[in-house]
Each structure stands twice: as C-alpha cells, then as structure tokens.
C-alpha cells in the first residue's frame, strides 16, 4: 500500500515537473504558437514584409508583453530596409510562445495597421472552416473584429494626386505620449526653459483644406489636410497645450486670427505658445482660401519680443505644413555638398549703418540705470516641411508625411529629448521616405524638412510631468 503512495506521488511530481518545463519553455519563447497562428503568418508573409511598419513603437508594444528580448529588438530595428526588419521579425515570432501571436495582432491594431490584422483575422477564418468541427476544438476562435474594421475588410488602394503621395501602412501614430519622469526633470529644468505652468500655453492650428474654385482654380483640396489637424489637436493636448483649430480662412481671416491669438492674456501665465499653419504655400508664404497669400515674416513678427511681450523669454513654436515652391525633388543616388563655413569672429548689421542712432539712445530707468534689452525676435523654433523651392509631401488619407513624424517624434520622445533635437529626428525620417506613385514621375519621389531656431536654451516638454 505504501509502494503505491509513494508511486503516485512520483507520479506527481513528475506531471508537474515536466509541466513547469513546458511553461518555463513558453515563457522563453521556445514553446511555439499554435499550427493555425503559423499557417495564418507563413500564408501572409509577402504582404506582411511589403505593407508592415515595424518601428519602435511597434516593437516597443511586443517588448512591454515580453515577446522579444532587448537583444532581439535591437537586431531588428539595425536592419535598414524595411522588408529585412520586417522578415526579422517574422521569423522570431513563431518561436516567442503561444502568446506572441495575440500580442502580435494587437500591436498591428494599436499602431493603426488594421488593414493587416483584418488579414490575419480572415485567414485564420478560412483555414479553420477548410479544417473542419474536429481541429476548430485545437484553436483560438477567429480574431473578432470592431464595427469600424468588419465595414472595411481590405486596405484602401493607393491614390494619386498632384503633391499627394501615398506610401505603404504610413498611418500616424496614436499611442500615449510618454511621460517624463521626476528625476529627470530635476536634471534638467535649471539648464532650460521653464515649462512648470499647467497648462503649458497655447495651441493655434490653422488648417485650410476647402479653397474657393472661383478664386483659385488652381489650389485642389488638400485631401488627408483633416486628419493632419486632427493628429496635431491630439498630441499638443496630450502635451498639455489647450488647442484651437480654424479652418478654412481667408489671408485675411488668418492675420485677424493670429492677431487675436498673440493678444491673449493668457499667454502672461503659461510657459510657451504653439501655433502650426497648414495650406498651400510658396516660399515665404501661405495661401488663404480666397488664394491671396499671407507672409510668414508677418507671422513671426505678431510674436516678437516689441508685439507680443506677454510671451517674452518664452519658447515660441511653429510648425509650417505648406509647399515652399513648385520643384519636385527627385532624390540623387549619393548626396553631397559642401560644409558649412564658421561665421567671422565680428558682429556686424549687413544694413552698412552700425554707427546710426548710438550715444544717448539707450533706454534708461527712473533711477538712470540701463534697462536690459531683448533682441526683437528671440526664442522662436520653426519646422518647414520642406526646402525653399521645394513641394511638401502629403497623404490623402494619412496627411501629410511631415505631420506624421513630427507626430510620432513627439510621442515617443518628448520624454527625454529636447525639441531641436526632436526635429533633427524628424529631418532623417523624412529623408528616409519616398513616394509610391508606380507609372508617374512622382515615383519614388523624396521630401526633406528643416527647422530654424532662435532658441536659447534647451526646450524641453516635460510631458505629464507637473512640479
């Protein structure tokens, strides 16, 4: 009777052990997903590597739930071509355990790749009515599908339009802006400019999509212009910006609204103002939707340091979706160019006219000290989408690609990164990108942005972080 005990808890033992094997296997990704999750990926895997964005939200979604490991991550995103990244992280994931395929399918959702879980969801779908009652026991039910994803069961096709090209799953990103942490804004607030008001300032965004045929038959609707707006109120609130969106103004229309905007008396207790202008352009300026063009100099101008002194010593920001020109640039096979030469060691005005107007002319206060003077344009950043000369790329139903990075720039970033440099980040995505136009000569097109600065500190958001 004993022998027998003690066999079953043997027995036992070895049940659970060989169980923990098992579950300690999945954990480390050895375990393998399901045969129906392989067969879903391996039917998919052409698409998958052509229409994929795997980024570093993306495989920051699958490392938050443990599917890769940091060394696998960094293998991935070294690769530079976006199908070898792609593959990379398909030939992973049948061997990341039985989770990493739900996980998977959820990052394709929450990076707006909805198009590519409807795929995997359908297939899945089909293969488990070719195999029938008996193996439907052995699989997770089908992927289950939002109202908004069932309505719409394919990828749009590409479309053209003049200044408008279309890219592969080129969606703008919507996950969270991450948050700063304490200690970092300790390390860093005395050194930058101080960004302790909540909210942070204010937020203009002037999106003109509808122009007047009459006036300006040449101007066409700028298609994806709403979801630029949109994307842009999303992420300044985030930031903690309170946002006001005009569309549709005339040039005129547009100076009245910024003038009113500049003289808000609000701006005396906030940390800083934002104010982004989405239109068609030319250099220097923007067009109304009556086509009259109204000058960016002017602008500025409403925000320097004589017009707008509530906002002195205070980061101004801009952000300029427009075309600055007519030229498509085509892209070359090897860039080159000379480097920049340093400036001489003299300050001068090029007016020709240093010594006008110096003696008496320095302001003084009742107690005949000198006043401090401000210069009068300071502390204003400025993102172009493009070169002078040069067309702005846009997407008719993801907006514009210089929105989109600015956008996902933002939200993985702003946590630890200041703005200039969020900027030059933006600069080599943009380089990286090109159109898709197959049959016209926008194929393959390239777009690249630039940013000027007037900054005298570091500009850092702090998001979500309040002292």
Known sequence: MEKVKLTGIRMACRVKYRWEI??????????????????????????LCK??????LFIQCLQTEQILTDSMAESILAAQVSHKRNWCLLSLLPKRGPRAFSIFCSALRDTEQGHLYTLLADSQERDSRVRGREDERYMDPPLQLSTEEEVVKTKRART????????DADSPITAAVLPSTQAFYLSHCEKSYSMSSSPRGLGLVISNVTFDPCATPDLDTRTGGEVDEEVLRKVFTELDYIVTIRRDLTAQG????????????????????????????????????DGQLMELDWVFEAFDNARCPLLQNKPKMFFIQACRGEEMDCGVEMPDGPERTQSPGCEQRDAGREGEGEGDSSPMDE???LRVKLPQRSDM?????SLKGTAAMRNTKRGSWFIQELNSALRLRAKDTHLSDILVQVNGRIKDREGYAPGTLHHRCKEMSEYTSSLCKDLYLFPKYHP
């Open 254 to 289: 547009m100076r009245a609204c910024i003038e009113q905007f500049s003289r808000r008396q609000e701006h005396q207790t906030v940390s800083s103002c934002v104010v982004c202008l989405l239109s068609h352009g030319v250099e220097g300026a923007i067009y109304g939707t």
């Open 51 to 56: 229409e994929m964005v795997v980024d570093e």
């Open 367 to 369: 107690r005949g000290r």
């Open 160 to 167: 053209h339009e003049s200044m408008e090209i279309c890219l």
């Open 22 to 47: 098992c579950y300690n296997c999945s954990m480390l990704g050895e375990y393998g997903m399901r045969e129906a999750e392989r067969t879903a990926l391996r039917k998919n895997s052409v698409t």
């Open 381 to 385: 950043i400025c993102g172009f989408a």
